[in-house]
């Protein structure tokens, strides 16, 4: 069964970038899309982005759109989250999960499964 794990997570200064990973073992991520997601405390799950398997296409909160870039190398069953010019209020624990699509809902989570355990970003002076 596929599984999916996060790393890449750390505390960086404001301004600063993270490069997060999510890699899958027990099966090919390929066939699937993939999205980011992020909680922080006392705050719902909000969805980051997703990438669909075939990597044409792309999706964004709002929040994030021109700081965060989505992508994916299938050859190493690992989807990347390219995070530049953090602020504080991205600090939250950012999680991926799999589908068979992104769809315009993505961003609800409903539908995504294989959670990984997540890891923690931290922007803070």
């Known amino acids: 069964q596929l599984q999916l794990v996060e790393s890449g997570g750390g505390l960086v200064q404001p301004g600063g970038s993270l490069r997060l990973s999510c890699s899958a073992s027990?099966?090919?991520?390929?066939?699937?899309?993939i999205g980011w997601f992020r909680q922080a405390p006392v705050k719902e799950r909000e969805g980051v982005s997703c990438?669909?398997?075939?990597?044409?296409?792309?999706y964004y909160a709002d929040s994030v759109k021109g700081r965060f870039t989505i992508s994916r190398d299938n050859a190493k069953n690992t989807v990347y989250l390219q995070m530049n010019n953090l602020k504080p209020e991205d600090t939250a624990t950012y999680f991926c999960a799999k589908d068979w699509a992104c769809g315009s809902y993505y961003y609800t989570g409903v539908g995504f499964g294989s959670w990984g355990q997540g890891t923690q970003v931290t922007v803070s002076s």
């Open positions: 990438v669909s398997s075939s990597n044409d296409n792309t």
């Open positions: 027990g099966g090919t991520l390929a066939y699937y899309a």
